[in-house]
């Protein structure tokens, strides 16, 4: 009963729901640990803003077990093994992951215990369904989203474990590094961050509380629509693991089991149906390993792309002239953030427009978005590029100026991450280029200098990038 329990943290940041934790809480006394690897957690991203501040919240909240959360920086695989031996830990708990490089690094620190008679256990991860039990009947990984979703649903989800109700710590005093010493932090570029969010199980907690009180019950009528709040902004909550995707699923399911709520159960299905868009990601990952780095289609080895730096940096920058990508590209850098249907815009603009590889808007959102996740990254850039399984067809291409017409029709998105357009009638927010001199003129617009002429022609860019798909689906 008193077994000494190293539990790792990772990408699991919270009390509460973390089976690992659960586990070791009931067998033993603990250690908390979380080792900050520079390897392979990217520094200085968008996304190191919020695993710190998720750190000090997660300090925080068990230090009302009387319990530290030791951190270390370096090589995880030494440095646990160092903490086991100098401690005499008896066990080491942790819930498993599913990037390619953790999983290997996973297994190899498992058989480094276990050659050190120090036993290891592995808890299921972030995900609703065991994923490796789901197979077509052909005994192979569905390819096709919406069979994989049919087939998820009869999976049963597990219930939420909650948060264990007593916590011991180990009984001696072992050494940590101050947060500030794993460096997570460079530069200011993410303290304007704080305006828009607050990291850790608190801020996750009270983020799903608002959605369910405000968005859940119209979700699936607003969730296209930029301008309006309506989604559930849990994306980076869930990437570093603050709040459990089952405590999410758990409470869509009661409140569909309510009978007051049976004229709400399709908009709260929908937003169901989204986590198993996240389970899909997560499949991939785990069939394709090479999933965010390369194309899944092999024909796409032959695409003729245009590495172009100064349109890359327009587009980062959110200077094309589109003011609907424009505005998503603001959006991100300011608040580390871009709606999904604005993802989709821009994401199109880059591959299809521009003709960059998709790889180096994953990277930029890699290093952007507070809510970074590989599986998701590398699902949303493959989808819109037509280089994935069960993706958009390339020939697909988004007329961003169409797209802002429908979904941000009377240019409120706009407006706000491009306010330098905000004077502009809604009727030519979409394409400044076609509104009248005059016109321009009232709204304080000189195209070119206030604010970019289109970067590349709608028509002729479209043109270019259907050329390039043709010469690639004969090859
Ligand atoms: C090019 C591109 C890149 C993307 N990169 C990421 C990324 O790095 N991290 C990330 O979490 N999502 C990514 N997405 C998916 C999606 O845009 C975000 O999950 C969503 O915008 C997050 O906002 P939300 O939490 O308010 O979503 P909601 O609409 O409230 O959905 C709830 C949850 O469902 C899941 N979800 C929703 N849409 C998707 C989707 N299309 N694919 C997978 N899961 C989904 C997410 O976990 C999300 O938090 C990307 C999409 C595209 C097109």
């Given at each position: 009963?008193?077994?000494?329990?190293i539990?790792?943290?990772r990408n699991?940041?919270?009390?509460?729901?973390?089976?690992a934790?659960?586990?070791?809480a009931?067998?033993?006394?603990?250690?908390?640990?979380?080792?900050?690897?520079?390897q392979?957690?990217?520094?200085?991203?968008?996304?190191?803003?919020?695993?710190?501040?998720s750190?000090?919240n997660?300090?925080a909240?068990l230090?009302?077990?009387?319990?530290?959360?030791?951190?270390r920086k370096?090589?995880?695989?030494?440095?646990v093994l160092?903490?086991?031996?100098d401690?005499?830990?008896?066990?080491?708990?942790f819930?498993?992951?599913?990037l390619?490089?953790?999983r290997?690094?996973d297994?190899?620190l498992?058989n480094i215990?276990?050659?050190?008679?120090?036993?290891?256990?592995?808890?299921?991860g972030?995900s609703?369904?065991?994923?490796?039990?789901?197979?077509?009947?052909?005994?192979?990984p569905?390819?096709?989203?919406?069979s994989?979703y049919?087939?998820?649903?009869?999976?049963?989800?597990?219930?939420?474990?909650?948060q264990?109700?007593?916590i011991?710590?180990?009984?001696?005093?072992?050494?940590?590094?101050?947060?500030?010493?794993?460096?997570?932090l460079h530069?200011n570029w993410?303290?304007k961050f704080?305006h828009?969010?607050?990291?850790?199980?608190?801020?996750?907690?009270?983020?799903w509380?608002?959605?369910?009180e405000?968005?859940l019950?119209?979700?699936?009528?607003?969730?296209d629509?930029p301008?309006?709040?309506?989604?559930s902004k849990?994306?980076?909550?869930l990437?570093?693991?603050n709040?459990?995707?089952?405590l999410?699923?758990?409470?869509?399911q009661?409140?569909?089991d309510d009978?007051?709520?049976?004229?709400?159960s399709?908009?709260?299905e929908?937003?169901?149906r989204?986590?198993?868009?996240?389970?899909?990601?997560?499949?991939?990952?785990?069939?394709?390993?090479?999933f965010?780095?390369?194309?899944l289609r092999s024909?796409f080895q032959?695409f003729?792309?245009?590495p172009?730096?100064?349109?890359?940096?327009?587009w980062?920058?959110?200077q094309?002239?589109?003011?609907?990508?424009?505005?998503?590209?603001?959006?991100?850098?300011?608040?580390g953030?871009?709606?999904?249907?604005v993802?989709?815009?821009?994401?199109?603009?880059?591959v299809?427009h521009?003709?960059?590889?998709?790889?180096?808007g994953?990277?930029?959102?890699?290093?952007?978005?507070?809510d970074?996740?590989?599986?998701n990254?590398?699902?949303?850039?493959q989808w819109?590029s037509?280089?994935?399984?069960d993706?958009?067809?390339?020939?697909?291409?988004?007329?961003?100026s169409?797209?802002g017409?429908?979904?941000?029709?009377?240019?409120?998105?706009?407006?706000?991450?491009?306010?330098?357009l905000?004077?502009?009638?809604?009727?030519?927010?979409h394409?400044p280029?076609?509104?009248?001199t005059?016109?321009?003129?009232?709204?304080?617009i000189t195209?070119?200098?206030?604010y970019?002429?289109?970067?590349?022609d709608?028509?002729?860019?479209?043109?270019?990038?259907?050329?390039?798909?043709?010469?690639?689906?004969?090859a």
């Amino acid at each position: 009963m008193n077994k000494k329990i190293i539990v790792l943290f990772r990408n699991d940041l919270r009390l509460d729901d973390h089976p690992a934790l659960w586990h070791a809480a009931k067998s033993g006394v603990i250690l908390p640990v979380y080792i900050h690897n520079e390897q392979f957690s990217m520094c200085n991203t968008a996304q190191s803003f919020w695993t710190y501040y998720s750190l000090q919240n997660l300090q925080a909240t068990l230090d009302d077990y009387n319990t530290q959360l030791i951190l270390r920086k370096g090589e995880v695989i030494s440095e646990v093994l160092q903490l086991a031996v100098d401690t005499e830990a008896d066990a080491v708990y942790f819930n498993e992951r599913f990037l390619p490089t953790e999983r290997n690094e996973d297994e190899q620190l498992t058989n480094i215990l276990q050659a050190n008679n120090i036993e290891v256990k592995a808890f299921y991860g972030d995900s609703l369904f065991n994923l490796s039990n789901i197979q077509n009947q052909q005994n192979k990984p569905y390819a096709i989203f919406t069979s994989f979703y049919k087939r998820c649903l009869q999976e049963p989800v597990r219930k939420p474990l909650g948060q264990p109700t007593n916590i011991r710590a180990f009984p001696t005093k072992v050494s940590s590094l101050a947060l500030e010493q794993l460096q997570l932090l460079h530069g200011n570029w993410y303290h304007k961050f704080h305006h828009y969010w607050n990291p850790g199980i608190d801020g996750a907690m009270e983020q799903w509380e608002l959605f369910v009180e405000q968005g859940l019950f119209g979700y699936q009528d607003k969730r296209d629509y930029p301008a309006k709040e309506t989604i559930s902004k849990m994306s980076p909550f869930l990437a570093v693991g603050n709040i459990s995707i089952r405590l999410l699923w758990a409470t869509c399911q009661e409140l569909i089991d309510d009978e007051d709520n049976a004229i709400f159960s399709q908009q709260i299905e929908s937003f169901l149906r989204q986590l198993i868009w996240r389970e899909f990601s997560i499949y991939q990952l785990l069939n394709y390993p090479t999933f965010s780095t390369d194309s899944l289609r092999s024909n796409f080895q032959h695409f003729e792309w245009e590495p172009h730096s100064i349109r890359l940096e327009a587009w980062k920058t959110g200077q094309t002239g589109y003011p609907l990508v424009d505005a998503g590209m603001r959006e991100l850098w300011e608040t580390g953030y871009m709606h999904n249907r604005v993802r989709m815009v821009v994401a199109s603009f880059l591959v299809k427009h521009l003709l960059q590889p998709w790889q180096e808007g994953y990277a930029w959102f890699e290093h952007t978005l507070v809510d970074f996740n590989a599986a998701n990254n590398a699902m949303g850039w493959q989808w819109v590029s037509g280089t994935g399984i069960d993706s958009a067809p390339y020939f697909r291409i988004f007329n961003p100026s169409l797209q802002g017409e429908k979904f941000d029709a009377d240019g409120a998105y706009i407006k706000k991450w491009v306010p330098e357009l905000a004077l502009l009638p809604a009727k030519y927010i979409h394409a400044p280029q076609t509104a009248p001199t005059a016109i321009l003129e009232q709204a304080g617009i000189t195209l070119g200098d206030t604010y970019p002429l289109p970067i590349v022609d709608h028509k002729t860019a479209r043109a270019r990038a259907l050329e390039r798909y043709n010469a690639i689906k004969k090859a």
